[in-house]
């Protein structure tokens, strides 16, 4: 018989609702019960660090990557189009 | 970071005072739009540079392979380039771009026979051989239902420094259904906000973040094995 | 206090309390709270979802390694176990909240909740688990034995052991705050008692109040 309290999120829950979370979409009530149990868990909070260091790894990511033969192709095209305009 | 636009709908602004064509436009886009007309090519491959990633995973949503996706932006700048003339700037030129990418997409997809609404692109996922590091408490645990059974291991702070936490993001998101990946690459490594994403995948935003929660769900998870693991 | 609505509708700001992450960082907003100096309060931060702050009975739910005392300027909004304003600003930090705080808070937690438990045994008729229990000498010791005793949910006292050994562990480990969780979970299930579980947070709150001599100030009431 678990004390489940129907104003307490379980793990599995919030887990789930982290990206919304993130982007302060979720609706107030949610949001504290969210934030309350991070405040006590220590599972949920190494979680949701880790999915933060994620999405901030993700974006290191972002370098231009072109291939070559791509460059030429486009270049081609780019001139092509200003000698016939 | 691109400024915010308002959500919902369309980027289109209302008839503008006759201040002249692209008086809507940002002074960047402005820039970089009579650039391109005058023939500068530093600006076009610049710009193709900038946005090539991103054009080419938002083409995969709609397309069979990452190489067909790779003429379709090529022939999408073809388009870009052609309606250049026309373009009036009432809207971003990054949205404008993406909106003709996503046209020729959907066309050669359809030419493919792989007209398949969006939503129903969730492939299935090639795994099972990656088993996950941690579990939760099932339902009818007697003391907590839906807890963690053995939570996540702490991450060593410079295993995401590494450059091999780089390699593995990627590969990982190579691996993503064409959906996920798209919303994750505009999103988490291209930085676009949501409401560009939506708008230019013509997602709503409800569907935008199941997607990149699912996406990001998985990258966490790849990375989840490698980066506890403490260097003797 | 007094309140002065003038015509300019001025109201006294309300002191209250907040927790924060260290460097005075907003744990879940991420902003910065600017520092308090020369006997100065610190400038107004008025974040774009607001902020949120403690009346005493909230103290136990928003636990975090720094506390301060703050303003808050009115209107407040009441929510169940915080208060909310435009902005904020902070007064001064309360030195006697530390890390070992932390820990003697979760300890001391875990510690009512051995109690109950031993009550409830005894109530069980059995004798030699709460005396097992109560000869315990440290938190790992009590998690330990109380672990050895949690492999049904039959009864009471065999349900809340098993949260008492999650209650013990966390004392152990210095988390509090899930020490605290535990513990109050522990006295529901001991006591059979569902209104126990709000007791047990107001006595965690008076035990920080006591222990940070936070009565001598007033606060924003209840």
Redesign the interface.
């Known amino acids: 018989m678990s004390v489940a309290r129907p104003e307490e999120i379980a793990c599995r829950q919030l887990v789930e609702l982290l990206t919304e979370f993130l982007e302060g979409a979720l609706d107030e009530p949610t949001r504290t019960r969210v934030e309350q149990h991070l405040v006590w868990c220590p599972g949920c909070t190494e979680y949701l660090r880790q999915f933060r260091a994620t999405i901030g790894a993700s974006r290191r990511l972002a370098e231009d990557d072109l291939p070559d033969r791509v460059k030429e192709n486009l270049l081609d095209a780019f001139r092509h189009w200003r000698h016939g305009s | 970071m691109p400024a915010a636009v308002s959500s919902g709908g369309s980027f289109e602004q209302p008839d503008a005072a006759q201040d002249g064509p692209l008086s809507l436009l940002s002074p960047e886009d402005r820039e970089l739009v009579e650039h391109l007309r005058s ?1 500068d ?1 530093r600006t ?2 610049s710009l ?3 946005n ?2 991103a054009m080419v995973r938002a083409a995969m949503g709609f397309v069979a392979s990452e190489a067909v996706a ?1 003429e379709v ?2 022939e999408a ?2 388009g870009i ?2 309606g250049l ?1 026309k373009f009036e700037g009432r809207c971003p030129l990054r949205a404008w771009m993406f909106r003709i990418l996503i046209n020729c997409a959907k066309m050669r997809g359809g030419r493919e026979a792989r007209s398949v609404p969006f939503s129903a692109l969730e492939t299935e996922d090639a795994e099972g051989e990656r088993r996950a590091v941690e579990s ?1 408490r099932p339902p009818d ?8 059974a053995k ?2 291991e ?2 060593a702070d410079e295993r ?1 420094a590494d450059a091999e ?2 390699v593995r ?2 590969a990982e ?1 190579e691996r993503l259904p064409p959906n996920q990946r798209q919303v ?1 690459t505009l999103r ?4 676009w906000d ?1 409401a560009e994403v939506c708008e230019a995948l013509g997602i709503s ?1 409800a569907n935008q ?1 199941v997607l ?2 699912r996406a ?2 998985k ?2 998870q790849a ?2 094995g490698w ?1 506890a693991e403490v260097t003797p | 206090m007094p309140s002065a609505t003038g015509d300019t509708g001025a109201e006294p700001p309300m002191r209250a309390w907040k927790f924060l992450d260290p460097g005075r960082l907003a744990p879940f907003g991420g902003h910065v709270w600017p520092a308090p100096g020369n006997g100065a309060p610190g400038d107004w931060v008025e974040p774009e979802g607001g902020v949120y702050a403690c009346r005493s009975a909230d103290l136990p739910w928003w636990i975090r390694p720094e506390l301060w005392e703050v303003e808050l300027d009115p209107p407040l909004r009441t929510l169940a176990t915080q208060i909310s304003a435009r902005r904020g600003r902070l007064l001064r930090r309360i030195p006697a909240w530390d890390e070992t705080a932390i820990r003697s808070y979760g300890v001391a937690c875990a510690e009512r909740a051995r109690e109950r438990t031993v009550e409830a045994f005894l109530r069980e008729g059995r004798q030699e688990e709460a005396e097992a229990l109560r000869r315990t000498r440290s938190m790992l010791e009590l998690c330990r034995v109380a672990q050895g005793l949690a492999s049904d949910v039959r009864t009471p006292a065999s349900n809340a052991v098993g949260y008492l050994a999650a209650a013990a562990v966390r004392a152990a480990e210095g988390w509090g705050p899930a020490a605290a969780l535990h513990a109050a979970d522990t006295v529901v299930v001991a006591t059979r008692d569902p209104d126990a579980f709000a007791r047990e947070r107001e006595w965690q709150a008076r035990w920080i109040i006591e222990r940070c001599e936070l009565s001598a100030i007033p606060v924003a009431a209840v």
């Open positions: 023939g090519e076009f491959l193709v540079e900038k090539h990633r790779e932006v090529q700048w073809v380039l052609q003339a939760f645990d007697p003391r907590w239902p839906g807890h963690w939570g996540p702490r991450w995401l936490a780089l993001i990627k998101i994750i988490d490594i291209e930085d949501s935003e973040r990149l929660h990001r769900t990258v966490r990375l989840a980066a």
